[in-house]
């Protein structure tokens, strides 16, 4: 496709459930970047892909949260037992290398835990 | 102290004012610097991205990166409606892998 690619685009879910949230990268773009934005916070780091492998994990905000890539193209981003401030926008970016190529972002899935 | 400031506004503007959008920040070994605007329930979008000081202009827009400041704008010249987004500055010492993005500033362009 054109540009990245997220899916569902909003997903409503009850607390304690789990949920998973999928991105489609571009093609050929071998780096991909979980991000979460919650209002008035700014974009907070997840997790970065270089290939399958995520050699920064950093920014997990608990072990709640896990993510996978594979194939060297579409990424699941996994948080079980969703509790309410889990609630924001969730982000993928990919972009052509983890160096100095420019990260190009999906629409997000924005996550609503009642 | 945040890595990187960005007054959340949120500016208002009339249509065809020059606006400046700013960013400050506390790490001197940043030296990739970019700019992103994000419209409502969209994601980020990249409009300018600069590598170390000095200026570089697309069309209305102009990204000025002052390092001894450790201070960046971004110009828009002649402001459109269209304009009406949250611009992001983004920032970095290595590259994408290890970025840090200011919280946006809200911008209102009144037609």
């Known amino acids: 496709g054109a540009g990245v690619s997220q899916s569902p685009s909003n997903k409503v879910t009850e607390k304690g459930k789990d949920v998973e949230l999928r991105c489609d990268p571009i093609?050929?773009?071998?780096?991909l970047y979980w991000y979460r934005q919650s209002l008035g916070q700014g974009l907070e780091f997840l997790i970065y892909?270089?290939?399958?492998?995520?050699?920064?994990k950093s920014g997990l905000p608990s072990d709640r949260f896990s993510a996978e890539r594979t194939g060297g193209s579409v990424s699941t981003l996994t948080i079980q037992r969703t509790q309410q401030e889990d609630s924001a926008v969730y982000l993928c970016?990919?972009?052509?290398?983890?160096?100095?190529?420019?990260?190009?972002f999906g629409n997000g899935t924005r996550l609503t835990v009642t | 102290q945040k890595e990187v400031e960005q007054d959340p506004g949120p500016l208002s503007v009339p249509e065809g004012a020059i606006v400046s959008l700013n960013c400050t920040y506390s790490?001197?070994?940043?030296?990739?610097f970019m700019w992103y605007r994000q419209y409502s329930r969209k994601g980020p979008e990249l409009l300018m991205y600069?590598?170390?000081?000095g200026n570089k202009e697309d069309g209305r827009f102009t990204a000025q990166v002052d390092k001894s400041s450790k201070y960046i704008s971004l110009f828009i010249r002649d402001s459109q409606p269209s304009d009406s987004a949250t611009y992001l500055c983004?920032?970095?010492?290595?590259?994408?892998?290890?970025?840090?993005f200011g919280t946006g500033t809200r911008l209102t362009v009144i037609p």
């Open positions: 970016a990919s972009s052509l290398d983890s160096s100095y190529s420019p990260l190009h």
């Open positions: 093609s050929g773009h071998t780096a």
């Open positions: 892909f270089q290939g399958n492998s995520a050699p920064d």
């Open positions: 790490n001197s070994a940043f030296q990739y």
């Open positions: 600069t590598y170390s000081s």
């Open positions: 983004a920032m970095s010492e290595t590259g994408a892998n290890n970025l840090f």
